[in-house]
């Protein structure tokens, strides 16, 4: 089945970076968007960033446009979110998905697979 596993998050301070990876497994990799959402306590789930299948065309909400960039590594299954210049708004718990597109300038995915979460905090 699919199987999505999320590390690399954390408390980092404002204007401070980390790097977020999905490893993914029990479907077609190399064919397959993943993106990247996130959600507040109390907010929606929102979309973040996408990236394609081969040969791998991205995507960004205007919210990290600029500070964040996805990309993918086909030898290991796994996609990375680098996030710097990171502000206290984008804490949140930070969830991949399967299946992610662009629609009306927005990032989403509706009927992908998710993995389990990984809280990112940003504050001083």
């Known amino acids: 089945q699919v199987q999505l596993v999320e590390s690399g998050g954390g408390l980092v301070q404002p204007g401070g970076s980390l790097r977020l990876s999905c490893v993914a497994s029990?479907?077609?990799?190399?064919?397959?968007?993943i993106g990247w959402f996130r959600q507040t306590p109390g907010g929606e789930r929102e979309g973040v960033s996408c990236?394609?299948?081969?040969?791998?065309?991205?995507f960004y909400e205007d919210s990290v446009k600029g500070r964040f960039t996805i990309s993918r590594d086909y030898a290991t299954s796994t996609v990375y979110l680098q996030m710097n210049s990171l502000k206290p708004e984008d804490t949140a718990v930070y969830y991949c998905?399967?299946?992610?597109?662009?629609?009306?300038?927005?990032?989403?995915?509706?009927?992908?697979?998710w993995g389990q979460g990984i809280q990112v905090t940003v504050s001083s």
């Open positions: 990236i394609n299948g081969r040969p791998g065309t991205t």
């Open positions: 029990g479907f077609s990799f190399d064919d397959d968007a």
């Open positions: 998905a399967t299946d992610c597109a662009y629609r009306d300038n927005h990032v989403v995915s509706f009927y992908g697979s």
